[in-house]
């Protein structure tokens, strides 16, 4: 039954003076006293086309807003009974009525036809409240509200503006899918944005019916948020924990849905050339546990304008302790990465070379990387004999460079992870973290690798498995695992290009510094490759 719109809304007004009235004065009929102010709230009614704005006191239940049962009684124009005892309420409208059971989700109309509440109705200090969506019983106009803006929208019949009724979601391998149903399609605006990172999208001509908003279980996507932001733009909001390539979008019919798949699986690949013969590689990786970061240094150990040297971080080449970058500058280097494991005074757990000159033993055995005096890098698993000689003897076999680490990753092209053998406990074995690693490509080239870690929305860090695998993409035929953790570093012309995890450098005992001849080195180029 259509009713003149005046008329309307003169009732919604007298019956929110009442609600007020009541709510606000002491009166003996108990079950219209309310004593607990705080869980009272006000919320805006807002009738469309009108300009009218309404005062409603309403109760917040999860996303739904309920209201007095008496107000709902006078907008629709139908008389109301309530048994206190048998907590029921009665509603009468034309061509039959409906009960409704307070804290009872589910209720009948006089048909036999069964509805179900998104939250039940309640009785706070004697006053019945009852879910807003009871206001959709006779048909005669829509609504739709908004419980985080705490507005309620009635719409005239015959409105012609596209409702958005679901969003729903589904995760998947590579992607997480969000799907917006709507009465029909409506123009559409979509944006996406990186900081902070978000995808927004704007329905015009379009109203919402019910609370959408919607929590999403992944590592890449939190939250999608639904509202009106205009009387006829809707604006859903997808909420990134981090940037991400560019979403799809498209349209359904049968029914008509928007489809927006958010990318969570990918890879991003670029190259800066710093000096000749030196590349710096970022690589930014997708995965299922979330965003990976890996800074690279590929160096060309037959240009003869390039030096690779270890170096220790003492005074004088002596033992201690300081930054990647502070080792990087003193030495005139171009960049660099931390080296092998070390105790707090500095002194290296591992081999080390340095000019010639055996500065370190080797520990357990473990894997350790050489370079020659001919400019060939040597990984292999180094330990002492008894009379203290290096097995194999890399000083005789002309190693000038060297550095201990372990345990080995990569041996002739196949990953070979070598952490138990190598005896390394469960802090260096296991689990996800930041890691440096150094490989041998099959043409020479030397491989410098920093993984950020422990950073949730930036970089997940790497198993020694994954940095394995990461070491043979990048072409490697023999590789291993330096010192990682907050050690973890690579500086390039002054400046630390991974994150560490500690939030600033931390101090080591040594690194792997590569030198380049200026007066040789070509300028630095654009980007090459993504």
């Known amino acids: 039954m259509r009713r003149p719109w005046h008329c309307f809304r003169l009732r919604i007004h007298i019956a929110v003076c009442v609600i007020f009235l009541l709510a606000t004065m002491t009166c003996s009929a108990e079950w219209v006293q309310i004593t607990e102010g705080p869980a009272i709230n006000q919320a805006k009614l807002i009738i469309d086309d009108s300009g009218a704005v309404l005062p409603v006191p309403v109760i917040v ?10 107000f709902v009684a006078e907008v629709l124009e139908i008389s109301m009974r309530y048994d206190p005892q048998a907590k029921r309420l009665s509603y009468s409208i034309p061509g039959g009525g409906f009960e409704v059971l307070l804290h009872q989700r589910e209720w009948s109309l006089s048909s036999g036809e069964k509805r179900t509440f998104a939250e039940p109705p309640i009785s706070w200090s004697g006053i019945p409240f009852v879910p807003v969506e009871l206001l959709r019983v006779t048909g005669d106009y829509d609504i739709s509200w908004d419980s985080r803006a705490m507005e309620i929208r009635l719409h005239r019949p015959g409105d012609k503006m596209t409702a958005l009724t679901e ?46 908003d919607s929590l999403i279980d992944h590592v890449a996507v939190e939250r999608v948020r639904v509202t009106m932001t205009e009387e006829r733009k809707t604006r859903a909001v997808i909420d990134l924990n981090y940037a991400l390539p560019d979403v799809t979008t498209f349209w359904l019919q049968d029914p008509v849905r928007f489809v927006v798949d958010v990318p969570t699986v990918y890879s991003k690949k670029s190259a800066l050339t710093i000096a000749r013969g030196i590349r710096y590689i970022t690589i930014t990786n997708g995965t299922p546990q979330g965003p990976l970061t890996v800074d690279v240094l590929e160096i060309e150990m037959s240009d003869e304008s390039i030096a690779v040297k270890t170096a220790l971080a003492g005074p004088s080449d002596s033992f201690g302790v300081a930054p990647v970058s502070e080792l990087v500058s003193s030495s005139g280097a171009i960049a660099g990465v931390n080296g092998v494991f070390y105790a707090s005074d500095g002194t290296p757990l591992g081999l080390i070379i340095v000019d010639g000159r055996l500065r370190s033993l080797p520990v357990m055995g473990r894997t350790a990387m050489g370079i020659t005096k001919d400019r060939r890098i040597l990984i292999d698993n180094v330990s002492t004999d008894a009379g203290g000689n290096l097995v194999p003897n890399w000083l005789e076999e002309g190693v000038v460079y060297a550095v201990g680490g372990g345990p080995r990753l990569v041996k002739d092209g196949k990953v070979y992870v070598t952490a138990a053998q190598e005896q390394f406990k469960p802090d260096v074995a296991g689990g996800r973290a930041p890691r440096t690693g150094v490989g041998v ?16 929305y930036h970089s997940i860090g790497v198993t020694l498995e994954e940095l394995a695998n990461i070491m043979l993409e990048l072409g490697a035929k023999d590789a291993m695992n330096l010192d990682g953790g907050g050690s973890s570093t690579m500086v390039v012309r002054d400046f630390v290009m991974n994150t560490p995890s500690d939030g600033r450098e931390r101090k080591v005992a040594d690194a792997i510094l590569v030198f380049s001849d200026v007066s040789g080195a070509a300028p630095m180029s654009p980007e090459i490759g993504r």
Not at 62 to 70: H, I, N
Not at 179 to 207: C, G, S, Y
Not at 448 to 455: E, F
């Open 167 to 212: 969003s729903r979601h589904g995760i998947h391998h590579d992607k997480v899918r969000i799907v917006f149903h709507l009465t029909r399609e409506a123009p559409v605006k979509v944006m996406q944005m990186k900081n902070p990172p978000r995808v927004v999208i704007d329905f015009e001509d379009t109203r919402v019916q019910g609370a959408l």
């Open 61 to 70: 239940r999860g996303s739904t807003l309920l209201l007095p049962a008496t």
């Open 441 to 456: 490509t099959y043409d020479g080239n030397l491989l410098l690798v920093a993984v950020t870690g422990r950073q949730a």
